[in-house]
């Protein structure tokens, strides 16, 4: 719409006619409080904290009601408002318990800020204080009636943000409490909560009423330091806050949010971003290295003694039997920097193309039909502007909450359409503009159908201008290659690929593959490799099953495993491994490091510096945040590994080159204040970054160098922001290898090994199975 | 299958489909219900939510909403007695007060047998004849205290009467 002019406190100020008048005042620096006006939800006007005074109207009005028009003139504080807010907060006192010195939000509570800033400090109220008890909900959220102000942020959160609706307000006036949909009694208010858990509606309360399990009473908000980081979890990539606080042997994570609503997903996270953090802390974890010892036992051991006897046994073997008779299998959750010194290391140490991963999306694939078509990959933001959308396939709501979220909104916010192709029933249908059921085999012919078959579905989306073509891993090969090569023949395409693991993208785009190099280089055609790779064989390795075949045969003299459970993954034999070396890092004793010779424990993505790519190739930082005595971060495992073997590091990581190679130990510190101060020293001195060889940004100096479509904007890189990578600068030459796709399919509750060590996440498993089942009894 | 007699459940069925939006039939259906069940059950509830198409929890917000849904079932006769001012002002607490005595309860109370329920209620409009009481959909008004056994007795008379044989 038209800008119009309009004066707020004798300031004038423009902004498109209709916006909100708190909007639009927010935006010119001038705060007005609130308390139930949330951005992007439905206006409620209930807490009446944002009057303001408009100029020939009898009565305050509320800013966040109001919209803006030409010549109004509005007045946001004066003594009369001041006045008006005070009264206000006493009311909210009212049946306030005041408990702050105890309350989870004391020092972040909004209501406490504003009591301050209005000095409502005195109450005219001599009536006795209603209580009532504590509820618990769910093993995630629980309620404190009295503390709560009724500003029904939650409840809108639920339902239009989540579409969940399980929260809705009863009772009425001085009686009203927010109710849960399940546990309902005859006469009694509900007391459960039958929900996705995803913990939103705790984020979003202004005051202390809504706590999570995981963080009540636990620790109070000034006393931790906050990282902001990547999300370990699903493919979406959500940036999360850590908050950290120190503990004897570390530093310990205690919360996890996003409300700074800074990066790729604002202020969303799911119940597995936002509760799922706990097995950094896990009894089980592995702090010190372990080597099996003659009694065929794993026995503790020094990190010395450790990497010396896996060092000599990978030399031995590279010696006696050559490359090709090790393996070597990465993660789908270790940082871009640790997969490419990865299969760096295998490929230059090791002499061997034998690297492979746990493969849950054909993404060699997707980007060979993407190569030489640049600009036509889809950034996860993109999902919540596009004006149309075509889902084929996949589940967002349960396997990619973000992606369900930003769609949500997008279709709320923006009207957009949203056209789903799917062989099951999904969710996200509620809000779709037309839906094309389709049978199991029913993926390959979508594009022929829709172009042939004149169906309303068809026309429709063929009517769309622009389209974003999201697809899951329904497709693979050839079948992502057909459906590309259909979307391309329109003008205004993007495409999205869903895979399964925060850093499963990144794991393929980084080489752990048999047959491609970084950026989906084929070996055989190495180009720039092949000047800093020495040593590089031009023939395919061999895929993880046929790394497995061949330890059954005797042939796989070692095995190294750097964050994977294949064993499990694979159901593989457990004699298989009887004649191979196998060397595992990992952060549990997983079903593969317990048949391992020598383990090694490593550091959980929330404790280590470096980038991850999320399925739509956004590439983000990740911060180190918690800390644990006795682990090791595997991009350092890999150096002292090569170091161990007597390999040049200098040529594994190419640190202090330009200047001082001093190493200031920079990536190490517990705190983000420590390596942030260090950071500042660095720039005041005209000094680069990567001065260790654990320094895992100078690894990302030769990424951006080396790889395909990772030449990566820093400044926003740095700056906490997502930035995107681009598939079309792969080279064309790219072939996608044999189909070994098998989707995780994890869910809200599930992420594949690492989610069996969160006891939040099993006890919301439990519970909502629970509840299902509770459900269908009734 | 339906909680509601076959007269019932075709007014509701009905009902739903009077309005654009299939929710604003929802308070009625609500008071139809209790009038018949007696009280909101969790069973009228759910049939309720389910007739509309909306949760269960839409419909505790509204009904909880509402003093005059109740949530426990009420005695066959629930007697409703005014104290806003205009009774207030002509005896309406002498009259709480004696069926208070009469009956042996107080507020919402339920006497043992079931029979009767009393509550002090807001303003049921009738001013005019103040002070006055409302027995399920019948009025009394002009009241003095000594009535009110009169009336309780003809309550009682009535459900005897009303009783099926043994």
């Known amino acids: ?778 | 299958m339906t909680l509601f007699s076959p007269r019932l459940a075709a007014r509701l069925d009905a009902l739903v489909e009077k309005y654009p939006l299939r929710r604003s039939a929802l308070v009625p259906m609500l008071l139809y219900a209790q009038d018949e069940i007696g009280y909101i059950s969790d069973a009228v509830v759910a049939e309720v939510a389910q007739r509309i198409g909306i949760t269960e929890l839409d419909v505790r917000n509204v009904a909880t909403y509402y003093s005059m849904l109740r949530f426990k079932p009420a005695g066959k006769y629930n007697v409703q007695v005014c104290t806003n001012i205009s009774c207030m002002l002509r005896g309406g607490y002498e009259i709480y007060e004696r069926f208070k005595e009469e009956l042996g309860i107080g507020h919402k109370g339920v006497t043992p047998d079931g029979l009767f329920s009393l509550e002090e209620v807001e303003c049921i409009g009738v001013c005019c004849w103040a002070p006055a009481i409302q027995v399920n959909y019948d009025f009394h008004d002009e009241l003095k205290p000594d009535l009110v056994p009169g009336i309780i007795d003809g309550y009682r008379g009535k459900a005897v009467a009303e009783a099926p044989h043994a």
């Open chain 1, 1 to 778: 719409m038209a800008d119009v002019t309009f004066i707020v406190d004798g300031k004038k100020l423009t902004a498109p006619a209709g916006t909100l008048l708190i909007d639009a005042c927010r935006k010119a620096g001038i705060e007005i409080p609130a308390f139930c006006y949330y951005p992007g939800l439905s206006l409620q006007a209930a807490c009446r904290m944002c009057v303001v005074r408009q100029e020939k109207v009898g009565k305050l009005q509320t800013a966040c009601t109001t919209t803006v028009a030409e010549g109004q003139v509005f007045i946001t504080e004066s003594a009369e408002i001041a006045q008006a807010r005070k009264a206000t907060i006493e009311l909210l006192l009212g049946n306030h318990p005041l408990d702050c010195p105890v309350c989870d939000a004391g020092g972040e509570c909004e209501l406490q800020d504003m009591t301050f800033k209005y000095g409502a400090g005195e109450s005219l109220y001599t009536e006795a204080k209603q209580h009532r008890e504590e509820q618990q909900w769910s093993p995630a959220v629980y309620y404190d009636r009295p503390r709560c102000i009724l500003c029904y942020r939650c409840t809108r959160m639920c339902g239009e943000g989540m579409d969940v609706w399980a929260l809705g307000v009863q009772n009425r006036g001085v009686r009203s409490v927010i109710a849960p949909n399940g546990g309902g009694q005859a006469g009694q208010s509900n007391s459960e909560l039958d929900c996705e858990q995803c913990g939103m509606c705790i984020d979003v309360c202004p005051v202390g009423a809504l706590t999570s399990g995981s963080y009540r009473y636990k620790t109070r908000p000034w006393e931790m330091n906050h990282v902001s980081t990547v999300c370990t979890h699903c493919a979406d990539g959500c940036k999360v806050t850590l908050g950290v606080r120190q503990v004897n042997d570390g530093s310990e994570i205690v919360r996890a949010d996003n409300r700074d609503k800074s990066g790729i997903n604002g202020d969303f996270l799911c119940a597995k971003g936002r509760f799922g953090f706990d097995f950094v802390d896990s009894p089980e974890r592995l702090t010190k290295p372990l080597v099996r010892n003659e009694a065929g036992d794993l026995e503790p051991a020094t990190w010395e003694h450790a990497l010396r006897v896996a060092a000599t046994k990978l030399k031995e073997v590279r010696e006696n039997k050559g490359g090709a008779a090790i393996g070597v299998i990465g993660s789908n959750q270790t940082t871009n920097e640790e997969n490419y010194l990865l299969q760096k290391f295998a490929r230059t140490v090791l002499n061997t193309n034998n690297i492979d991963h746990e493969r849950t999306a054909d993404y060699a694939a997707f980007a060979s039909a993407l190569a030489g078509h640049p600009g036509k990959a889809a950034s996860l933001r993109e999902a919540a502007t596009a004006p149309a959308i075509l889902l084929i396939g996949g589940n967002p709501t349960e396997e990619h909450p973000l992606l369900a979220w930003n769609l949500r909104t997008n279709v709320r916010l923006n009207r957009a359409r949203l056209y789903i192709a799917n062989s099951g029933e999904i969710k996200l249908e509620r809000q779709a503009t037309a839906v094309q059921h389709l049978s199991d085999d029913g993926y390959p012919a979508l594009g022929a159908y829709l172009d042939l078959s004149n169906s309303a579905f068809s026309k429709a989306v063929l009517a769309e201008a622009s389209l974003l073509v999201i697809f899951g891993q329904e497709y693979r090969g050839a079948q992502v290659a057909s459906l590309v090569e259909w979307g391309l023949k329109r003008a205004s395409v993007r495409f999205a690929y869903l895979g399964d693991y925060a850093n499963s993208r990144g794991a393929a785009d980084m080489g752990l593959l048999p047959n491609l190099l970084p950026g989906y280089v084929p070996v055989a055609e190495p180009g720039a490799f092949d000047a800093e790779y020495v040593g590089l064989s031009a023939t395919a390795g061999k895929t993880q099953p046929e790394m497995f075949d061949a330890a059954a045969k005797g042939e796989l003299g070692a095995l190294l495993v750097m964050g994977a459970n294949p064993v499990a993954k694979l159901g593989i034999d457990l004699i298989a491994l009887n004649n191979t070396f196998v060397i595992v890092q990992d952060i549990f004793l997983t079903e593969t490091a317990a048949l391992a010779d020598v383990v090694l424990p490593a550091a959980s993505l929330y404790e280590k510096t470096g980038t991850v790519t999320n399925t739509y190739g956004d590439v983000q930082l990740t911060r180190k945040a918690a800390d644990r005595a006795g682990v090791k971060p595997d991009f350092e495992i890999l150096v002292r590994l090569a170091e161990a073997m007597d390999a040049d590091v200098k040529r594994l990581v190419p640190f202090g080159k330009a200047c001082t190679t001093a190493d200031l130990g920079q990536s190490r510190g517990a705190n983000s204040g420590e390596a942030d101060r260090h950071s500042v020293w660095l720039a005041a001195n005209s000094l680069e970054w990567k001065m260790s060889p654990f320094d895992p940004l100078a690894v990302l100096d030769e990424i951006e160098r080396l790889v395909p479509g990772y030449a990566l904007d820093r400044t926003n890189l740095f700056g906490g922001n997502d930035v995107a990578t681009e598939p079309g600068f792969v080279p064309v030459s790219a072939l996608a290898g044999p189909d070994l796709v098998v989707p995780a399919h994890d869910g809200l509750f599930t992420s594949g090994t690492l989610g069996r060590y969160s006891p939040a996440l099993k006890a919301l498993a439990q519970y909502q199975a629970a509840e299902v089942v509770e459900t269908a009894v009734e």
